[in-house]
């Protein structure tokens, strides 16, 4: 099946679902958040998706695609790691921080499937 669309990716869906939720909490919470953590954890968040939609373009280079989706994949722990520490340090609670840190850690996982995947097809 080939896929036309980037909306058609199962990690770009769920990239763009977790950073849309990121961004409802970020803004909703009170400014115990510094005006910095916010933007940056909304930042690393929309770059997730935003790094697959970029690579998609170049879906009929592989290797590009690859390395946009690394960036992608470095977004993405990167986000997970904000989380961590506004965790610990007690700025979101631990059922919010588990369940964004285990999506976060799945999104990665199916980013790193992804590319080995591509790998595999184009003998990379």
Same mark, same amino acid.
């Given at each position: ?9 199962? /990690? #770009? ?13 970020? $803004? ?6 510094? /005006?910095? $953590?916010? @933007?940056? /954890?909304?930042? =690393? ?8 939609? *970029? ?21 993405? @722990? *990167?986000?997970?790691?904000? /989380? *961590?520490?506004? #965790?610990?340090?007690?700025?979101? @609670? $631990? ?7 285990? =999506?976060?850690? @799945? ?18």
């Amino acid at each position: 099946m080939l896929i036309k669309n980037v909306n058609d990716l199962q /990690i #770009y869906k769920l990239a763009l679902g977790l950073s849309s939720k990121i961004t409802k909490i970020a $803004e909703a919470t009170p400014f115990h958040w510094s /005006i910095p $953590e916010i @933007d940056q /954890i909304k930042r =690393s968040s929309s770059s997730v998706h935003a790094n697959i939609a *970029e690579g998609f373009s170049q879906r009929f280079y592989p290797k590009k695609f690859i390395l946009y989706l690394n960036y992608s994949l470095g977004s993405s @722990d *990167e986000t997970n790691n904000h /989380i *961590e520490k506004l #965790y610990l340090d007690s700025k979101i @609670d $631990e059922a919010t921080a588990q369940d964004f840190m285990r =999506s976060y850690k @799945d999104l990665s996982i199916r980013i790193v499937n992804f590319i080995n995947y591509l790998r595999k097809r184009h003998g990379l």
